[in-house]
């Protein structure tokens, strides 16, 4: 059974840094490209990162490109998301995927909550 | 960047009806386009695929269809383990999500 676990969430003040980690398990990682979503609070679906399957090549939307950093270790099947100079419109739900080589995302994890404020 | 319009924002329905949801792209995504089910309180999940492919475990009510930069998402014969939001997203360049669809029933 595909699992992905998603820590490190919290409250954080504006400008400061944070670091998301997802642990998966029930699939061979390294063959998968991985990805994180987030949904503001009562909001819509935004897509922030996309990592490649040996982690040399990632993607960003302009949202977040220059601030956010998406990292993997296939030893420990782990996807990383580091957030840098947060805004308060960073706060949301972030939610850890696998993203299917044709680019949908087919395994979603149950989130971790990022709240930006002073 | 291409944009998902998607509608309507909300509908309310009921049990056995059929419901259909919009989808339209800013720009041909070549059926490259996905819709997801996210119940209150949970994460979404991946319903359909390329436009019209089912997912593994989905029921047979659902289906998608369309082509260019129209697409739709329909469900036979409601049921209230239906309620949700639905949102379609388009993966042709990069990945964005449609705005999302409420639906409820009547």
């Known amino acids: 059974e595909v699992q992905l676990v998603e820590s490190g969430g919290g409250l954080v003040q504006p400008g400061r840094s944070l670091k998301l980690s997802c642990a998966a398990s029930?699939?061979?990682?390294?063959?998968?490209?991985m990805a994180w979503v987030r949904q503001a609070p009562k909001k819509g679906l935004e897509w922030v990162a996309t990592i490649s399957t040996s982690g040399s090549r990632t993607y960003y939307p302009d949202s977040v490109k220059g601030r956010f950093t998406i990292s993997r270790d296939n030893a420990k099947s782990s996807l990383y998301l580091q957030m840098n100079s947060l805004k308060s419109e960073d706060t949301a739900t972030y939610y850890c995927a696998r993203q299917d080589r044709g680019g949908y995302f087919d395994y979603w994890g149950q989130g971790v909550m990022v709240t930006v404020s002073s | 960047d291409i944009r998902m319009t998607q509608s309507p924002a909300s509908l309310s329905a009921s049990l056995g009806e059929t419901v259909n949801i919009e989808c339209l792209a800013s720009e041909d995504i070549y059926s490259d386009l996905a819709w997801y089910q996210q119940k209150p309180g949970k994460s979404p999940q991946l319903l359909i695929y390329?436009?019209?492919s089912l997912q593994n475990g989905v029921p047979s009510r659902f289906s998608g269809s369309g082509s260019g930069t129209q697409y739709s998402l329909k469900i036979n014969s409601l049921q209230s383990e239906d309620v949700a939001t639905y949102f379609c997203q388009q993966y042709n360049n990069y990945r964005t999500f449609g705005g999302g669809t409420k639906l409820e029933l009547k």
């Open positions: 390329n436009a019209n």
């Open positions: 029930g699939f061979t990682f390294s063959n998968y490209y």
